[in-house]
Nanobody, 121 residues
């Protein structure tokens, strides 16, 4: 069965850090661009960051630039999202996805199940 499995979410205080993982099951992640999206209650799902399949080039939304870092470990078939200096407005369900284009939901070909991130004191 082909799927993406996220992990690493949780409750963290403002200013804290979390690392999300996105593991591919049933296929090789090397050949795909991977994006991270998030959806807060009552809001649309938005793109946070993505990493290309070839040269590993990265993109970040302005809201997370300088705080989040995306990386991939092809040997582990996993993509990571390191999140530092977390803010309450980062609270959302985070999803990883395979992309066939830019970081928009229309270009997603496979979604993970999501992992909850809550930033609160």
């Amino acid at each position: 069965q082909v799927q993406l499995v996220e992990s690493g979410g949780g409750l963290v205080q403002p200013g804290g850090s979390l690392r999300l993982s996105c593991a591919a099951v049933g296929f090789t992640l090397d050949y795909y661009a991977i994006g991270w999206f998030r959806q807060a209650p009552g809001k649309e799902r938005e793109g946070v960051s993505c990493i290309s399949s070839g040269d590993g080039s990265t993109y970040y939304a302005d809201s997370v630039k300088g705080r989040f870092t995306i990386s991939r470990d092809n040997a582990k078939n996993t993509v990571y999202l390191q999140m530092n200096s977390l803010k309450p407005e980062d609270t959302a369900v985070y999803y990883c996805a395979t992309l066939r284009g830019p970081l928009y939901t229309d270009y997603v070909t496979l979604w993970g199940q999501g992992t909850q991130v809550t930033v609160s004191s």
